[in-house]
């Protein structure tokens, strides 16, 4: 939990206490430790435990921080008894990223199911904004007043310029108030490195995944070149530059989750389904080799080809959805042996 603290300094005025413009102490950014638990995907568990950078709050829906507010009068001692209204608001992304039909709209966009987002969005699966436990509070004995924040899974736009950020008004009865801003989204998620010949990230927007993950996928590349597959590996989606909610996926979220290409014969996009049929360029062997690496790396993989390995989801004929979050990627992982 953070502490932060936004003190107001009231004046006198005919000897009754006014809160004057007088400034105090800018808030106190402390580190923030959470567990991350994106149990807001159909798929998607995690009891991984992350370490978060203290000036950014994790896009999961789930990390809370109590903000807290003091109020001190003129010399500076606490004021208890004091009703601090709080307001939350977005400052950017702005748009459709923060609304169910906005986002309805971007997963249509997106060839994604904007019904299904609308629908999450409504029933607080998916949260466009974040949300505080109460609208106001009133100070006690020390002068604190404290509401708790919990995050939404906002952390930037398509454009990926800047991450996502939502502030919170502190407002005294008087009408002195205080902005806090809080920025939204993982801040160390790093850009998979093409391996050419091995690995290569094609048409993705979302191309940033967690360091481990992205040191796994740089040695899973060096293996298939070494192994001098005819083709490289193809990531079409990892996660956006600060994670978070990124249309058309409902996960991708957290830097450990990625769709594949099946593997093909001629480096384009196939397909192969639950009942054994494929396109004429799917490559069944080399799919499997990938899949078995990815799962002895301790993912989870949906796939629908016949035999390949992966798990049925609907819609998996022609993509590989594999996801780390319910484990660690295991680093040591060289899988030439697998892949060759
Ligand atoms: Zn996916």
């Known amino acids: 939990m953070a502490k932060r603290r936004t003190t107001f300094l009231p004046g006198t005025e005919s000897g009754v206490n006014v809160f004057s413009d007088a400034e105090a102490v800018e808030p106190q950014i402390a580190d923030i430790s959470s567990v991350i638990h994106p149990a807001d995907d159909d798929i998607e568990q995690t009891g991984e435990e992350v370490g978060i950078a203290g000036s950014s709050y994790p896009p999961d829906g789930r990390t809370t921080a109590t903000i807290s507010v003091t109020v001190t009068d003129q010399h500076e001692n606490p004021m208890p008894g004091q009703r601090v209204r709080f307001n939350l608001s977005y400052v950017r992304p702005g748009g459709n ?26 029933q607080g699966v998916i949260r466009v904004l974040g949300t505080l436990n109460d609208s106001s509070a009133t ?25 996502a950020r939502e502030k919170i008004v502190a407002i005294l009865s008087n ?21 050419p010949g091995g690995l290569r990230v094609i048409g993705a927007r979302g191309t940033r995944v967690h360091p481990k993950l992205r040191e796994f996928l740089k040695n899973l590349g060096d293996d298939v070149k070494g192994a001098n ?18 249309p058309p996926h409902f996960s991708h979220k957290h830097g450990w989750t990625l769709d594949l290409r099946p593997m093909s014969k001629d480096g384009e996009s196939t397909w192969a389904k639950q009942d054994g049929s494929s396109a004429s360029n799917y490559d069944r062997s080399r799919t499997k080799r990938l899949i078995r690496a990815l799962k002895e790396s301790g ?42």
């Open 299 to 340: 993912s989870t993989v949906y796939f629908n080809g016949k035999g390949a390995g992966g798990k049925f989801k609907n819609g998996h004929d022609n993509h590989i959805h594999v996801t780390w979050l319910t484990s660690n990627v295991s680093l040591a992982a060289r899988l030439g042996n697998v892949i060759a």
């Open 97 to 122: 990223w923060r609304s169910a039909s906005g986002l309805k709209l971007l997963y249509n966009q997106n060839n994604g199911n904007g019904a299904k987002a609308e629908r999450l969005v409504n």
């Open 139 to 163: 100070t006690g004995s020390d002068g604190v007043a404290t509401v708790i924040y919990r995050t939404s899974h906002i952390a930037s736009d398509f454009s990926q310029n800047s991450r």
């Open 175 to 195: 009408g002195k108030q205080r902005t806090l801003n809080l920025n939204i989204g993982w801040p160390r998620l790093q850009q998979i490195s093409n391996v």
């Open 229 to 246: 597959w005819p083709h490289p590996v193809t990531v079409t989606a990892a996660s956006l530059r600060w994670g978070g909610q990124y």
